[in-house]
């Protein structure tokens, strides 16, 4: 397991020992999910209750995708309209409005949703992304939210797999490089509540450097997800937010910072 930042820890200023080394980083994917390719066409629900939600995979909707990337998805992985007339009957509330007019769901129970994300990542040794996550609905049924838990939080599972092949898919069958999970928040009846994180997935041991990131939502009955970015780099979390160091190495480099400027102004008087 590496490193995961909550959007609280995102303000912490960025000392010059987490500066002092920025290894080389590629952004794979940036994605805010704005602009579906029909529309707001996609939306279908017809005999569903869910005209907000769209019938179409992911992968169809979201053209121009980086070289070598694609979306696999299981079941009813789906973009979600959340500022459409219908919105599950009375409308989202987005206080931050981080969600802006689109997000991706799934669900954690009836059926496994499941969305896997192939990427290759050459020599380099971390899999770094960002993304948002909300709860959605949770009041449950028709009018509300779809198979929604009125009480528990989304929790969210990311598994990096190495992918030889490179093949599209969900991670079946593929030996797991590493894995982080994120916690969300039941947030109250149609409002959405997000929570950030920052992951740095250790991919060095990948055979080649094809890798697939396979996301699941394990428990939260109905969530989203918004606002991905991913990188690749040879320091953790490189092109993404830096991660904060411990608490003790922020102290221990703060000493060695103040070692050198003592030693500096020490050998000017002399």
Known sequence: MKSFVSRSLLGLSVLSLSTLSQADSVTLYDQ?????NDPPD????SGSDYDDLSQQTVNSLY?????????????TVETVWLTGPAAFGSGYSDPSGIGGNYAIGMLSDVQNDLLGLSFNIG????FNFTLDISSLGLSGGPGNGPFADETTAPVFQFTLFDNPTGASGVGTGLSSLDQETLAGSASALNTLDWTNGVFALDASGSTNGNVLLQIDLLEGGYAVMDNIKITASDEAGGGLAPVPLPAAAWLF???LIGAGIVGRRKKKEA
Do not use: L, T
């Open 123 to 126: 020599d380099f040794d971390f």
């Open 253 to 255: 480099g703060s000493a």
């Open 42 to 45: 996609f939306i279908d629900g």
């Open 63 to 75: 053209g121009g995708q980086p070289a070598g990337f694609s979306f696999a998805q299981s079941f």
């Open 32 to 36: 805010n999910f704005e602009s579906p």
